[in-house]
């Protein structure tokens, strides 16, 4: 079975520090996506950043970036400059044609920022 | 931008009543989704739908049904509900791909629905 995991609960650091969310994930496949999505306490879910398992470069937005190791089944989110508006849950997804198309997600870790 | 409507923030319900969970979005997508959302479960997805009157059980159905008579419109409907139902719950959306694959197509999410039933 296809599983996404992400091993911190809930996380928090200092404004202008950057933080590293961690995810792993376990599959046979080699052709997929993935994604790491971000709930605001305001809750409306959105898209963070996204990538591609073929593609060799890590995916950036903006103060955003992903350490994809495709081989560890790795793909951890940094967040540079940390800003107090930063402070969500974040989850990470991971979504294959084998799955019908569905999107599994991980359980999510709480980051607070302070100030 | 893709807004998708959920008709309520906060609902109480009773045991037994019959629940009706509304979602609307306005960007033409082909696919919508229920998920439930749960401190320390993360999301599980209930239903989604393809097209117009078409429904798929995600991986944790039992105890609800879907409606999707319109493109724009998906409901959620708990026949029974029962206490082991309240939650939050998430409607999303997202683009048909081309081809009839939609897996890299991101989620467009509501609000979400805090339900509780007393």
């Known amino acids: 079975a296809q599983t996404v995991t992400q091993s911190q609960p809930e996380m928090s650091v200092q404004e202008a520090e950057t933080v590293t969310l961690s995810c792993t994930y376990d599959t046979s496949e080699n052709n997929y996506y993935l994604f790491w999505y971000k709930q605001p306490p305001s809750r409306q879910m959105i898209l963070v950043i996204r990538q591609e398992a073929y593609k060799q470069q890590n995916a950036t937005e903006n103060r955003f970036s992903v350490n994809f190791q495709k081989a560890a089944k790795s793909f951890s989110l940094k967040i540079s400059d940390s800003q107090l508006g930063d402070t969500a849950m974040y989850f990470c997804a991971f979504a294959t044609r084998n799955r019908d198309d569905k999107i599994i997600f991980g359980k999510g870790t709480r980051l607070h920022i302070l100030p | 931008d893709v807004k998708v409507t959920q008709s309520s923030r906060y609902l109480v319900k009773r045991t037994g009543e019959k629940v009706f969970l509304e979602c609307v979005q306005d960007?033409?997508?082909?696919?919508m989704f229920w998920y439930r959302q749960d401190p320390g479960l993360g999301l599980r997805l209930i239903y989604f739908s393809y097209d117009v009157k078409m429904k798929e059980k995600g991986d944790i159905p039992e105890g609800y049904s879907v409606s999707r008579e319109k493109k724009e419109r998906f409901s959620l409907i708990l026949e029974s509900a029962s206490t082991n139902q309240t939650s939050m719950y998430l409607c999303?959306?997202?683009?048909?791909?081309?081809?009839?694959?939609?897996?890299?197509?991101?989620?467009?999410f509501g609000n979400g629905t805090r339900l509780t039933v007393t």
């Open positions: 960007m033409d997508h082909e696919n």
């Open positions: 999303a959306s997202s683009l048909l791909i081309t081809g009839g694959r939609s897996y890299n197509s991101p989620l467009h």
